[in-house]
Structures are given as C-alpha cells and as structure tokens.
C-alpha cells in the first residue's frame, strides 16, 4: 500500500498563476482534507472534500477551489498566487469524513514557493 | 487569545531523558484530543489519540489530559535520537482538526 501519495513534490510560481496540486488517497480511504503549512507553523485546515463535495471549509478565501474524483483522488487549485500562499500543502486521507479518529493518513506534501 | 498555545522550542534533550511537551487550549468544545508528530520534509502521522481525562500510554508515549484546567501533555520516556521531530498537538472540534504551531525536539546522543 503507498500511502497517501501528492504530486508534484515542489513547485516554483510567480505572483498571480494558478497552480494545481494533486492527492491519491490511502487505499479504501474515500475523504481527502487539504492543509497549508506555513514555515515554522501548524496546519491550517482548507477544506475536506468527500463523495465529491466539499463537506467543510476553513478560513480561505475562494481563491482556493478543489475537486474530488470518482477514484477518490482530488486536486487542490489555487488561483492568483500572492507571496503568502508558500507553504507546504498536505493532503490527509480518511474514511467516511472521520477526522476525529485514528484514520487519518498524511501525505508528505507539495512544498509551493510564489516568487 | 489564540485557540491554541504550544511552545515551538525548539527543546534539546540527550538521550534517555524524559520529555514533557504540553500545549493549553481555550476552546471548551474540543472533543478528541490526539498528538501528531513531523519529521523533517514529511507529513505529520498520528501518535496518540484520545478523548476523556487522565492518561493514555503507548509504549514510551504517554499523552494526558486534564479538561478542567484545558491543558493536554504528552510525555516521553527514555528519548531516542530517532524522536527528533517536530511534535504537533491537534485538536478536533465540528469536523475540523486544529493543530498548535509544533515544538521542536532534538534528542542528541
């Protein structure tokens, strides 16, 4: 079993581009929730995406879109990058939406720097 | 106040000693209480997990919570080089995880 897998492994942008990153999930695993992870902080919860809907938001603005496949994989956009969005972005994979139990998996991140 | 306060260290132990690394919390809704732990350039995973007062042990992990007082712990027994990582407290409440901003530990040998 891989794990949670994301891709790509880094990611160098300039100023007002749109990126996509992208997560496969734990196999059996249905729920993808994304973070950001600013240097020297914790995650930050965007949003969690399950049955192909987002099921809960965090505090990001709409700048900050994803989708969730019928395999499960989803995608993670961020459009007009500003020089605060670099960050590690993590993806967690988990099972019928449960954050709060001990099947939450965490993929090793896209590290993202906007120049 | 932040919802969550946790020292990010970072904290330099040698090997052997016992850890303690403690986060406060002001949110009196959080549910589950859990411990995760980062090494460098990978994704946090899951090292204890819990939901009531008292004390949970795994091996050389204890995690602790007292609810009255909002203040989770989790201790570590006879550190290993191999514990130098960045250890995060994270919280759930209404389907979101929060995390506190990690403590840096270096176990030296």
């Known amino acids: 079993d891989a794990g949670v897998t994301q891709s790509p492994t880094h990611l160098i942008k300039t100023r007002g581009q749109q990126v996509t990153l992208r997560c496969s999930p734990k196999?059996?695993?249905?729920?993808v929730s994304w973070y950001q992870q600013a240097l020297g902080q914790g995650p930050q919860f965007i949003f969690q995406y399950y049955e192909e809907e987002e099921r809960q938001r965090g505090n990001f603005p709409d700048r900050f879109s994803g989708h969730q496949f019928p395999n499960y994989s989803s995608e993670l956009n961020v459009n007009a990058l500003l020089l605060g969005d670099s960050a590690l972005y993590l993806c967690a994979s988990s099972l019928a939406g449960q954050l709060h139990t001990d099947t939450q998996y965490f993929g090793p991140g896209t590290r993202l720097t906007v120049l | 106040q932040k919802e969550v306060e946790q020292d990010p260290g970072p904290l330099s132990v040698p090997e052997g000693a016992i850890v303690s690394l403690n986060c406060t919390y002001s949110?009196?809704?959080?549910?589950?209480f859990m411990w995760y732990r980062q090494y460098s350039r990978k994704g946090p995973e899951l090292l204890m997990y819990?939901?009531?007062?008292g004390n949970k042990e795994d091996g050389r992990f204890t995690a602790q919570v007292d609810k009255s007082s909002k203040y989770i712990s989790l201790f570590i027994r006879d550190s290993q080089p191999s514990d130098s990582a960045t250890y995060l407290c994270?919280?759930?409440?209404?389907?979101?995880?929060?995390f506190g901003t990690g403590t840096r530990l270096q176990v030296f040998p």
């Open positions: 994270v919280f759930y409440n209404t389907d979101k995880l929060i």
């Open positions: 819990t939901y009531s007062s």
């Open positions: 949110n009196s809704a959080f549910q589950y």
């Open positions: 196999s059996g695993h249905d729920t």
